[in-house]
Structure formats: C-alpha cells, structure tokens
C-alpha cells in the first residue's frame, strides 16, 4: 500500500507486491508463546508496476475494510490459527481429571463450576450465532460490519477458555519444557500466551467498539 502526505484514507491505493522483489526485506517476529506466524516487512525504494493496482487508485482504504471483514469473521468463528484455542478436550473433562469430583459425581469446586458452565453457555450460543450469521450472509453479499461484534465476543470467549484451562491445571499449566509436565500441559501453557493476541489482531477490541458503535448503531463523534 502507499499513501500521501496527507495520510487522509482517500489517498490509499492498494497494490500487490512481489515479495522477492528488489527492496523487500521481511524479518519474523517471535512471540511469547515461542512461535512466529507475523513478520515485519520493510520495503526500501521497492518499485511496483502499475499493472499490480487492485481497483482503481484511491480506494485502497475500502478493499482494506473489506478484507478486514472477512478477517474477522474467520477468527471470530475460531478459523485458521485461531481455531488453536478452541482445541483439545472440554474445559469441564480437564477440570474433572485435575481436580475431581464430589461425592454424587459433580466437579468438587463449586466456583469453578459455575464459571466453567458459564463458559459453555456462552461458547454454544456464540456458535449458534455464528451458524445464523452464515446462513443469512448467504442471501447478503458476504460478511457485514456484525463481524466486528462477532470479533469482540469471540476474543472473549476463547481466551476465557485459556484462562480456565491455566487455572484448572494450577502449576502444570505453567510449564514451558521438561519431565515435569505432560504435553498437554505444555501446549495449553502456549496456547494461553498465544491467546492474548486475539484480542488485538485483526483490528483490536478498541477498534471493534468504534466500528460498533458508528457503523451498526449510527453514534456520531460526540457521542
């Protein structure tokens, strides 16, 4: 992408760039929870040819919103990467191996309970959404503005599950490598770090809630 001094979105034009090409430096970026799937990509002096504008100049800014859309809604609904957080046993197997159960059979922490049921009711009626989301998006053009809630509420929903499996797991939940820990545990130890950028990529929480508010519930600036 390229812009003009002014930096005003109107002057974003969108253009396909070919990584090998001379200029193009790309340098991974390790996360916390040890792996790299984000680069920082540096372009020196590169040249684009003009055949390689997507659209028409000037409109990057509205090809960029509408991938975005399309973005989100794949990681709300737990796609791709994001589909990491969502795997393994249910939260409320893993309590139950890790901490047991009362006499008529029930997880003995009775907090814990309630939160993990909490979590379950939210999980279902979130999928649920997301299957009436897709099904309407059918008849519609694709993906609407709604993905940024949908966006919002799965961040939520899938690092709470993160949280639960951490603090079910106590101490074995905090392991990075050795005898000590099973890989179970190990895995569940990246994927709780590698969860806490849910909340920001593909446009953070912040930016999900001036989206929300503006483009579905019409609030101007003052507001």
Not at 165 to 186: A, D, K, Q, R, S
Not at 187 to 195: D, E, I, K, S
Not at 216 to 222: D, R, W
Request: proline share 3%.
């Amino acid at each position: 992408m390229r812009t003009d001094r002014t930096r005003k979105h109107e002057g974003i034009s969108f253009l396909l760039i070919d990584m090998k090409a001379p200029g193009v430096e790309v340098k991974p970026i390790r996360l916390i929870s040890g792996q790299s799937p984000f680069c920082e990509t540096f372009f020196t002096d590169v040249k684009v040819p003009k055949g390689n504008l997507v659209g028409r100049e000037g409109e990057g800014w509205t090809i960029g919103k509408r991938l975005l859309q399309h973005e989100r809604s794949s990681l709300s609904g737990g796609g791709g990467s994001a589909g990491k957080l969502l795997a393994g046993r249910p939260v409320g197997e893993t309590a139950m191996a890790y901490r047991g159960a009362d006499a008529e059979g029930r997880l003995a922490d009775h907090d814990l309970r309630m939160r993990i049921v909490r979590h379950e009711m939210d999980s279902r009626a979130f999928a649920l959404t997301l299957r009436r989301a897709a099904l309407e998006s059918r008849s519609d053009q694709g993906p609407s503005a709604a993905t940024s809630i949908m966006k919002n509420v799965g961040a939520r929903v899938t690092q709470d599950r993160a949280e639960l499996c951490i603090e079910i797991m106590g101490m074995n939940g905090l392991g990075w490598e050795g005898e000590g820990f099973c890989e179970e545990e190990l895995h569940q130890t990246r994927v709780w770090l590698w969860g806490k950028a849910v909340s920001i990529y593909g446009g953070s929480s912040e930016i999900q809630n001036n989206v929300i508010a503006k483009r579905i519930l019409g609030m101007l600036e003052h507001q």
